[in-house]
């Protein structure tokens, strides 16, 4: 373990536990009657903002609250596939939209590079991290991968007990601090299991202002749906461009720094889930239509809440449902057999008069499973002519030995 760590000290970080205490917030309440996910075939998905399409499409139906970091996903899966090999290799990489680990590589870190911003009014930061079982002073893990996920991916390096409390405490702080505290924790999302073997997080947070902001004078209490009092923010910008689609409107408000908020709006009486339901449909409403110089009167909610995915269904879904099976291969990962036994997703979004806060976890859990069948030779071994024998003690001790010329009958 410690060669491992030497080796990469420059790029990992072993965590100690932190002083701070965390009390987990209540999981959220689970769905009773969870709605079926959309069907549709899957498309060829080409680069991230493929991927992002898809996997939005399959996550968001446009029936109730929900916010999703697909670029979070992105990255805690693009750790775990450069662990894989084989047919689960394949299948992550497909998903992931590229063809070569080089090309995710490079992908990602043009990511993690671009997506830095640290200023008084702005900021986007990304972190990743595993933490590893540590079994009796031994890492499972091979060299190789934890160097690439420390050069490529910046990530840092945890060995850790999963069955001790205190390993829960460390990551739920981990991400309490990376998400600059909005993310209140589900209780049963730190819960791991004794074949536990790694845990990979990727954590998003981002704060950035308006380029002009909502003044707080202009606000007003309205019905939202014909039903809900809501707070509105009022202003008005003249000389702008809106976009005008099939059945929607699309319209972007500046950040200061980070880019935009884009908000589209399905026409009177057009239900917004059915703007929605497949790649191809979200990508329209995000690409498509005519753009209209015009002076627009702006009417915006302020709202703030959080949210989570718990990812495994849909993933399978979208082609890479032998990574959560025992015909499973990470052995570029690690020595013993490996599988995704959980992808979840936490995130919080707040909008108000001066700006946009959002933040958000993914972590993918890896267990182990059973051992993949080997080819091996067959061998027969028959005591039929003179052996020898030794016996042990637990600690290796030998205790008898002798040979066996000519067998006697017991008596």
């Known amino acids: 373990m410690k060669r491992i760590f030497c080796m990469l000290c420059a790029a990992l970080l072993l965590l100690c536990g932190c002083a701070r205490t965390f009390e987990p917030s209540p999981a959220p309440a689970a769905d009773t009657d969870p709605k079926p996910l959309p069907d549709f075939p899957v498309p060829e998905i080409e680069g991230y903002a493929g991927f992002s399409d898809v996997l939005s499409a399959k996550l968001i139906d446009g ?85 690439e996920l420390a050069e490529t991916y910046r990530s840092e390096a945890n060995a850790v007990d999963f069955s001790e409390t205190k390993t829960a405490k460390q990551i739920a702080e981990w991400i309490t601090e990376h998400t600059h505290g909005k993310i209140k924790i589900s209780e049963d999302a730190m819960q791991f299991e004794p074949d536990t073997i790694a845990v990979l997080i990727n954590t998003i947070y981002l704060k950035d202002a308006w380029r002009d902001e909502f003044y707080e004078g202009a606000n007003e209490t309205g019905l939202f749906d014909g039903t809900q009092t809501v707070d509105y923010m009022n202003r008005k910008d003249n000389g702008v461009t809106i976009v005008q689609g099939d059945g929607f409107w699309r319209y972007s408000l500046p950040l200061l720094r980070v880019g935009r908020m884009t908000f589209v709006l399905p026409d009177e009486g057009t239900p917004l889930a059915s703007l929605l339901g497949t790649p191809e449909k979200l990508h329209a409403l995000l690409n498509d239509g005519e753009e209209l110089r015009a002076n627009v009167s702006v009417k915006l909610p302020k709202f703030a809440f959080q949210d989570r995915f718990d990812l495994n269904d849909a993933l399978e879904a979208l082609g890479i449902a032998v990574a959560f099976s025992d015909e499973a291969d990470f052995s570029a990962m690690c020595d013993i057999a490996a599988k995704i036994s959980r992808v979840i997703q936490e995130s919080y979004i707040g909008v108000d008069e001066k700006g946009v806060e959002a933040a958000a976890y993914t972590m993918v859990v890896m267990d182990e499973c059973a051992a993949m069948p080997e080819e091996l030779p067959e061998i027969d071994f028959h005591l039929t002519r003179p052996f020898l024998y030794v016996i042990e003690s637990y600690d290796g001790t030998v205790l008898f030995l002798g040979t066996v010329t000519a067998p006697t009958p017991a008596k």
């Open 63 to 147: 029936t109730e609250n929900k916010n999703l970091s697909p670029v979070s996903v992105f990255l805690a899966l693009a750790m775990v596939a450069e662990g894989a090999e084989g047919q689960t290799q394949t299948d992550m990489l497909k998903l992931l939209g590229v063809s070569s680990p080089e090309e995710l590589r490079n992908i990602c870190g043009a990511i993690l590079g671009s997506l830095s911003i640290d200023t008084e009014e702005s900021t986007l930061a990304l972190a990743n991290a595993i933490w590893l079982a540590d079994r009796g002073g031994k890492l499972n893990f091979r060299e190789a991968y934890l160097k």
